[in-house]
């Protein structure tokens, strides 16, 4: 084959390889399909609309085909975030009434269940999440009375986390992290028949100190009284106690004194060898002149003798 000849076919082959690499170029870019980090997806065909969801697939860039796509759905953390008007349970002490609650909840899709999703309800889950969590928490509020919300929050926190959780990890194939219940609001009824009631509470409370208070001080005077009258009672029995052994040292003291006494006259009588009574007698004045001699007072009875008429006259 000559070169004429072959020029024909060589401009052919290189159309075709240009064809080719043009194709080779809008084709490949069309193939390539995207998925976020904080996303997962199914395949899809877009000329036919039939989704693969037995394969769920994660972040990166994927080759695909021209003739598919995804359908991606986030698996980061979503919100919940509601105020939503719930009905109380009624007791004893009070009866059922509307309160309206601020919830938030965390939740995520299960990454491996993204399949099953779709099947349900293909890419309008959000709303099933917001249905499915509400009833669960209206269910939940109907276990628990007003008071029960102002004085016992986290039980209450706990039993609708645990309700949600169950709800939509078997219906929406979704995992709740956690629940919040932030604000609880009560009607105005509500509120001012709470407000007179923590009230009067309040004011029993303080009239209760007071009684007790009162008591106590009724109690701390009879106390002190009790102590002043005892500190009196120990005074005066200490005087006394202290007045008797005053005295009976005083008597002891006389008493060794007069023993002393005694046996000394009795020595000097020995010694003088007086033994009538009358020398007794007169040694006995004598000793106790000589003894008192200085509380004695010298006096001389003029009048019965005579003796001062006569020194007058």
């Not at 609309?49 to 759905?73: C, M, Q, R, Y």
């Not at 002043?228 to 002891?252: P, W």
């Amino acid at each position: 084959m000559s070169s004429s000849d072959r020029a024909p076919v060589w401009m052919c082959i290189c159309i075709c390889l240009a064809i080719g690499g043009l194709l080779t170029i809008i084709l490949v870019p069309m193939s390539l399909e995207r998925i976020n980090f904080y996303e997962a997806g199914l395949k899809a065909q877009v000329s036919t609309g039939k989704v693969d969801k037995n394969e769920v697939w994660t972040a990166g860039n994927h080759l695909i085909g021209p003739d598919f796509s995804f359908k991606t759905f986030p698996i980061s953390m979503q919100l919940f975030d509601q105020r939503i008007a719930v009905w109380t349970k009624s007791s004893a002490t009070d009866a059922g009434s509307t309160i309206s609650l601020d919830i938030s909840f965390i939740y995520k899709l299960r990454t491996e269940d993204i399949g099953k999703l779709y099947a349900k309800v293909a890419h309008s889950f959000e709303p099933l999440v917001v249905a499915t969590a509400l009833d669960a928490i209206r269910n939940s509020a109907t276990l628990f009375g007003v008071d029960d919300y102002i004085r016992d929050r986290s039980t209450i926190e706990k039993a609708m986390f645990q309700n949600v959780s169950v709800a939509l990890k078997e219906n929406i194939f979704c995992d709740v992290l956690d629940l919040q219940l932030r604000r609880i609001i009560l009607s105005p009824d509500g509120e001012r028949t709470k407000l007179a009631s923590a009230l009067q509470v309040q004011k029993n409370a303080q009239e209760q100190y007071v009684q007790k208070a009162t008591v106590i001080e009724e109690e701390t005077s009879l106390n002190v009284l009790k102590i002043h009258n005892e500190g009196l009672r120990l005074k005066n029995t200490a005087k006394a106690q202290a007045s008797v052994i005053q005295e009976t040292a005083a008597f002891e003291g006389k008493k060794t004194i007069e023993t002393a006494r005694s046996s000394g006259i009795k020595f000097m009588l020995s010694e003088l060898g007086l033994t009538e009574d009358e020398h007794k007698a007169s040694l006995d004045y004598i000793t106790t002149l000589m003894n008192n001699k200085d509380a004695l007072k010298p006096y001389v009875n003029f009048g019965s003798t005579g003796l001062l008429n006569k020194l007058v006259s």
